[in-house]
């Protein structure tokens, strides 16, 4: 392992990067780091961050009878890359000395020495300054609803130290723009929204205790905490139950939002897509969980689509 951290050092590379990725690839050596801090080589977590968004945009449009705003769309997701990066950076600043000694995570640029943390925060403040300008183009209540998570996500980088449930933090944070896609477009919120929310924390408890399985014997050691410490050999049971509850708060959705056959198709594509993970992820492998954890990717596009259609069908 040491032969490979050496390397990664001398590369520039994070060790939980995938290889060949864009940022290693085009960007230039001495904006790599930056670009690494805003996790722009692993583009997942922007995309869980952005898919309540969108989910919610569209889920408005099927209230109201008319197409997701496609300008309402973009946003979101120039708001999720920029937003993800500034809560990464901060998050990076605040664990340097606890990612120092876990092996996935030594190799960033904060720990290994590539920045140090009066730059992140510079670039922290920078990329948090983009996101405001992003806000400020929806309405006024939209506005005040996405200042309402900021403490959530003050939290969310200390919660692990205080509890074995920072995954319900960490969702949440990244669940609340399942209420700005829903106010931007209709100026208010609803029963819609909220059963969208609390489904999308519970969304995020699953994947994510896929993913921390992966630091599990680390977090171990050094005394973080997690759902995947916590749950430990009935994580497959618990992320089930978790799925499960996701996709029966999601139906409540569809059904307060008034949603129609292709929504719910949309949703029951989502629902099999979420039982594969829990059925052929090993929590003992970190490359299965890595790869369950990125699936829901995919798992979001099954339910934008469904809505989509719904929408304008």
């Known amino acids: 392992m ?9 590369t520039g590379r994070v060790q939980d990067a995938p290889s060949g990725n864009f940022v290693d690839r085009f960007v230039p050596g001495r904006l790599r780091p930056y670009a690494q801090l805003a996790r722009l080589d692993r583009p997942i977590g922007w995309w869980l961050l952005m898919w309540p968004c969108w989910w919610s945009v569209a889920l408005a449009g099927v209230a109201v009878g008319a197409a997701p705003n496609l300008a309402h769309l973009a946003l979101f997701m120039i708001g999720a890359i920029v937003m993800r990066g500034a809560g ?21 640029p904060i720990p290994s020495g590539r920045v140090s943390a009066e730059a992140a925060m510079l670039f922290m403040l920078l990329l948090a300054f983009i ?7 929806f309405n006024a209540f939209t506005i005040m609803m996405a200042f309402g998570s900021l403490v959530i996500v003050a939290f969310y980088p200390l919660a692990k130290r205080v509890t074995d449930w920072p995954q319900f933090i960490l969702g949440l944070a990244f669940s609340w723009g399942a209420w700005l896609g829903w106010s931007a477009t209709l100026g208010t919120v609803g029963w819609a929204p909220a059963f969208l929310y609390v489904g999308s924390i519970c969304w995020t408890i699953g994947y994510d205790t896929i993913y921390a399985h992966q630091d599990r014997r680390d977090d171990a050691i050094i005394g973080v905490r997690s759902t995947a410490r916590h749950f430990g050999a009935n994580t497959k049971r618990a992320v089930g139950l978790f799925y499960g509850a996701t996709v029966l708060l999601f139906a409540g959705a569809l059904w307060f939002a008034g949603a129609g056959l292709f929504g719910y198709l949309g949703l029951a594509a989502f629902a099999i897509h979420l039982g594969q993970q829990v059925t052929r992820v090993s929590t003992d492998d970190p490359a299965s969980c890595l790869d369950a954890f990125r699936s829901n990717r995919w798992a979001g596009w099954l339910l934008f689509v469904g809505l989509v259609a719904d929408s304008m069908l």
Do not use: M
């Open 88 to 108: 990464c950076t901060y998050n990076d600043i605040l664990d340097r000395n606890i990612d120092a000694h876990v092996e996935r995570t030594k190799s960033r």
């Open 131 to 137: 996101g405001l300008a992003v806000l400020l183009s």
């Open 2 to 10: 040491s032969d490979v951290r050496a390397v990664n050092a001398s």
